[in-house]
């Protein structure tokens, strides 16, 4: 044992952990009880990895009590404790754990939490709940002994820019056997926590669920349990209520929004298992990480086993619950799960009853299924990318902003087809706004065809393989060649504009290319164009420009060069054919169609310099 072991050892927070305590401090928040729900549900924590554990060594458990969480109200100190006989911390533990917040998302959180009014449902989505007691305490005194080990730790900090660890005293130690006791020393506009009924009625609200038994330890009188301490998805359906599953939500995952979807259901036959899983209503900060890790928790049993089994495909990552089996072995590993073929079994059937549950949602209850598109569409359509399985279901499932409308299906829009349309149409772009005004809807317009306006960036990539729904094929309007002419158009002004005179396509085009060079990889008539001059498209073979500009920022891949389409009866185009091949007007006028078909793509010029020097020399000779 060296002397740094034994002293008081000074350490300062994380400059995040730092940060964080100043906000909380300063009351970002109007309700605190939260504090009690996190420091409940991490003793829980510890209490279910002491449990894993001691699968593989029984002795860590020894010949304590059973596995419980403890609330002590003390009046008279003017403090609260919570305590648990779980897994317990070593002295580095206390220092990683308590510290530091090891884990992305840290300064997106802070930045979250400097913006909100009232940041109440912030901590449970970022996992920092241990610091939310800094709201009610002005001291925290946390004594540890990790299961197994003779040495008992004290970490306390005032919440300022450190905190201190020491060796446990004597009387500390001697009361600390196994696990945790979190000291909490109160301020004074937060001394109501010492009251019974007011601990009752928090672990009632947010607690209740809680596997293992909660004891309030009066200052006088016996302790009792104050939570009914069952696995609710063991539970049958009909001793439940709305309001209980949306407790054991709120618990499970850490949340305070409603459920939008509640499934349950018990599988019975080859394997047994019991299934709780929620839609959230609101999106979690960390939907879009890039490892995309599921939050469905795996039991065995009851016993807790992790929360990183994948028991769902990445596409459905926002769902939140438990699966506890009956059958898998307690002792389960994590190379185990990824190859245990009862738990890919399992995996398949909740996925597939989780796509028809939201199929059912979307029949039955319109209003709370647009909730979860509204906040989880986007991950959704991975799955049209991901899942040649179920992909038909989930096109049936999307809902799309489209020329006509908001939240469309796909069946809607097949209902609505014009006479002779086969095809469903669609366009990916950055925005809605700038695909509403894309010069590539000008064909279908005219014909009163509704367009599919795609605007998440997954969106590129699901578009990327030949796509259709109900035998009908997914067409884009900004790739290949397109033939609109066997419907019929709406408008009989557009009708009348065939009647105006084109430009000579051969002549023109040549015109074109000889201006634009290797700018472009070829120069066609346009079938797309009614009333602008130009627009830049994919070929038909290649990925399409939306999808290269995202692989482009990623450094995934290079841009190939574009085809320009012109509009042959456009004033700009016919001033072209008119003009002397060779000249400068010639060249400026190629260069203005590419250029502005660059701009309403949302792209820069390749030379913004000389883009603007020939705009000015075309308007001045205009202006003549």
């Excluded at 829009?413 to 695909?435: H, M, W």
């Excluded at 472009?520 to 038909?540: F, G, I, N, Q």
């Excluded at 008119?578 to 590419?594: E, H, I, N, P, Y």
């Amino acid at each position: 044992m060296t002397t740094s072991d034994t002293a008081v050892h000074t350490q300062p927070f994380q400059a995040e952990v730092s940060e964080l305590l100043h906000l909380m401090v300063h009351s970002v928040y109007s309700e605190t009880d939260i504090f009690l729900r996190e420091l409940v549900s991490n003793a829980s924590d510890a209490c279910d990895k002491l449990r894993y554990e001691a699968i593989a060594s029984p002795a860590l458990l020894g010949e304590g009590d059973a596995l419980k969480i403890r609330i002590i109200p003390d009046k008279t100190a003017g403090t609260l404790t919570i305590a648990d006989n779980g897994i317990g911390m070593e002295r580095q533990e206390l220092i990683d754990h308590l510290g530091t917040i090891a884990r992305s998302g840290t300064k997106a959180f802070v930045s979250k939490l400097r913006e909100a009014k009232d940041g109440l449902g912030l901590i449970g989505q970022f996992g920092v709940g241990f610091y939310s007691a800094f709201m009610v305490a002005e001291k925290i005194v946390v004594v540890s002994r990790r299961a197994g080990e003779s040495d008992v730790w004290s970490w306390s900090s005032s919440g300022g820019s450190g905190f201190e660890i020491a060796r446990a005293g004597d009387e500390e130690a001697a009361r600390v056997v196994r696990g945790t006791e979190i000291v909490l020393h109160l301020k004074d506009d937060a001394k109501k926590y010492l009251e019974a009924y007011e601990i009752e009625r928090i672990v009632s609200a947010y607690s209740d669920n809680i596997l293992f038994p909660i004891e309030l330890v009066p200052e006088e009188g016996e302790p009792r349990q104050i939570n009914s301490a069952s696995a609710l998805w063991q539970r049958s359906k009909s001793e439940l209520s709305a309001e209980d599953y949306k407790k054991a939500y709120q618990q499970i995952a850490s949340a305070f929004d409603d459920p939008a979807m509640t499934l349950h259901y018990r599988a019975e036959g080859r394997y047994s298992y019991a299934v709780l899983l929620f839609a959230p209503s609101t999106k979690p900060f960390d939907l879009f990480e890039p490892n995309r890790k599921g939050r469905v928790k795996l039991y065995v049993r009851r016993v807790f086993i992790t929360d990183d089994a994948d028991l769902l495909p990445g596409y459905l990552r926002f769902i939140r619950g438990v699966v506890d089996s009956e059958d898998l072995p307690l002792n389960i590993s994590r190379e185990m799960l990824q190859n245990n073929p009862q738990l890919a079994q399992i995996r398949k059937a909740v996925a597939t009853r989780v796509v028809s549950e939201l199929e059912s949602l979307a029949e039955k209850d319109a209003e709370n299924f647009a909730k979860i598109w509204d906040a989880f569409g986007a991950v959704l359509k991975e799955g049209i990318y991901e899942d040649f399985e179920r992909r038909e279901k989930l096109l049936a499932l999307s809902r799309f902003t489209t020329t006509s409308g908001e939240k469309r299906s796909l069946k809607e829009i097949i209902a609505d087809f014009k006479p002779n349309q086969t095809e469903i149409y669609y366009l990916v772009g950055e925005s809605i706004e700038r695909l509403k005004s894309n010069p590539r809807l000008e064909a279908a317009t005219a014909r009163g065809i509704e367009v599919l306006l795609l605007s998440d960036p997954v969106d590129a990539f699901w578009t990327s393989m030949p796509t259709e729904f109900e035998g009908k094929p997914l067409k884009s309007l900004s790739q290949g060649d397109l033939n609109l002419d066997l419907i019929p158009r709406v408008d009989d002004k557009d009708e009348a504009k065939k009647d105006e005179p084109e430009a000579d396509e051969a002549a023109t085009i040549a015109l074109i290319k000889a201006a634009l060079g290797e700018r472009v990889s070829d120069v066609k008539a346009s079938t797309r164009l009614t009333s602008s001059a130009s627009c830049l498209v994919a070929d038909s073979q290649g990925p399409s420009r939306e999808l290269e500009r995202i692989l482009a920022q990623q450094n995934r891949g290079m841009r190939t060069k574009p085809i320009l389409e012109i509009n042959l009866r456009h004033p700009l185009v016919t001033a072209i054919a008119k003009a002397q091949a060779g000249s400068k007007t010639v060249d400026d006028l190629g260069l203005l169609l590419l250029e502005q078909a660059q701009i309403l793509d949302g792209e820069l010029p390749e030379d913004p310099a000389a883009f603007a020097a020939r705009l000015n020399r075309l308007v001045l000779q205009g202006l003549g």
